[in-house]
């Protein structure tokens, strides 16, 4: 499904911007014409694109969402429920409570209201609340959401807290390396020209590298900042967008942790949507926008193809390579069985602990890595300044 933003005139001749969710531009119009709103401007979302509002952190996120499903499981309406969150969710959400507490009156889902606001949900967060609107249960489904959330934002947290230290030793290293090359040894060397001495080898070896470095750095910045913009323009595109992800899936040090992560992200959403009696194909086409991947959700809709010609899901899922060799066993095995909901459940489970474990791992790599990077630099630097400084003597 594509996201749309739009912006409409409601029966009051109020203006709304919002998001909508649907396949096409024009199967959006008319969702938003069953909701007596009336397209003014309607495009695709893009991850950029802002509708005005501040941009709210995944903890807020967690921690509202936890907040409406402790609401829900104590009975409360949704309406009510929304309306009491106003009072103990955090900062973030209390701008968009009134917006989103409107949409669900007029008939909104609450994944679809929650998808119209500027919060930057998962696709899988949202497809699991969608499921649960769908019958799973809501209460159940939005706690679900919940700490899927809680552990996106630890892991976040955890990666912060690894990558402080390196870091800080990147910029003191960095710092170190200016000053010497950029104050101590221009020094020296003036003072070896006056004596009359030629430069080591080392110390003019450093110099020339410093006075390229200063020369074709702007230039080199530009055509970096350059390279850049085009890229993330390219990205963009619904093409460009989706070769990237493949070579990023091609890529020796991502390709596990992405095909981890949309593995478990379809996974998660997979069983939600059969465990609220969505019927396989229908399941595995929500399952295919539920991931972050462009080439990952391409081919779950060709396993859906092939699902809905007779096919079996084990068998398309491996000839495809739409998921992890573990996940494509564990859905294998629950299709034998019966159980597909429980063991895509699973699944997801150990694909998300997978790519936790292999990010963690990378980050604990950096802090040596640095060190090691750093420490070679500074230490040939050094030995370029003492070069400099053995070469200082009197002229007979």
């Known amino acids: 499904m594509t996201t749309f933003v739009f912006r409409a005139l409601d029966r009051d001749g109020a203006v709304r911007v919002g998001r909508v969710e649907d396949d096409t531009d024009d199967a959006a119009r008319a969702r938003l014409a069953g909701r007596g709103l009336l397209p003014i401007e309607l495009e695709k979302d893009t991850p950029r694109r802002s509708l005005g509002r501040g941009r709210v952190s995944v903890d807020e996120l967690a921690l509202g969402l936890r907040g409406l499903a402790t609401l ?3 009975g409360l309406p949704l309406d009510q429920a929304l309306g009491g969150l106003g009072a103990m969710a955090p900062p973030g959400w209390r701008p968009h409570i009134p917006a989103l507490r409107q949409s ?25 609340i969608r499921a649960g609107e769908g019958g799973s249960g809501l209460p159940a489904a939005v706690t679900r959401a919940a700490e899927l959330l809680e552990r996106q934002a630890q892991l976040r947290s955890a990666i912060r807290s690894a990558l402080a230290y390196p870091l800080l030793l990147a910029f003191a290293g960095l710092a170190a390396t200016v000053v010497l090359i950029g104050v101590v040894l221009p020094r020296f060397a003036l003072i070896l020209e006056d004596l009359g001495q030629e430069l080591p080898r080392a110390t003019a070896w450093v110099l020339d590298t410093a006075e390229l470095a200063r020369v074709a750095g702007l230039p080199l910045l530009g055509a970096a900042i350059a390279g850049t913009i085009g890229l993330r323009a390219w990205i963009r595109t619904e093409t460009g967008r989706r070769r990237w992800h493949r070579l990023l899936l091609r890529a020796p040090l991502l390709r596990r942790v992405r095909r981890s992560k949309a593995t478990a992200q379809a996974c998660v959403a997979l069983a939600a949507l059969l465990r609220s009696g969505c019927p396989l194909p229908t ?28 096919e079996r899901l084990a068998r398309a899922l491996d000839e495809t390579e739409a998921m992890s060799a573990t996940a494509t066993r564990l859905l294998a095995a629950g299709e034998r069985s019966g159980r597909l909901a429980d063991m895509a459940e699973r699944a997801g489970d150990v694909e998300t602990a997978a790519s936790e474990r292999t990010i963690k791992r990378a980050v604990r790599l950096i802090e040596p890595a640095l060190i090691l990077s750093f ?19 009197p002229v007979p």
């Open 72 to 74: 829900l499981e104590a």
């Open 283 to 310: 399941a595995l086409r929500h399952a295919a926008g539920a991931t972050d991947d462009e080439e990952i959700s391409a081919r779950f809709r060709s396993v859906r193809e092939r699902v809905a010609r007779g």
């Open 104 to 128: 669900v009156r007029e008939g909104s889902p609450l994944a679809e209201s929650l998808a119209e606001q500027s919060f930057e949900f998962s696709r899988t967060a949202l497809g699991i």
């Open 375 to 393: 420490g070679a630099v500074v230490a040939f630097v050094a030995a370029a300044l003492l070069q400099a400084v053995y070469a200082v003597r």
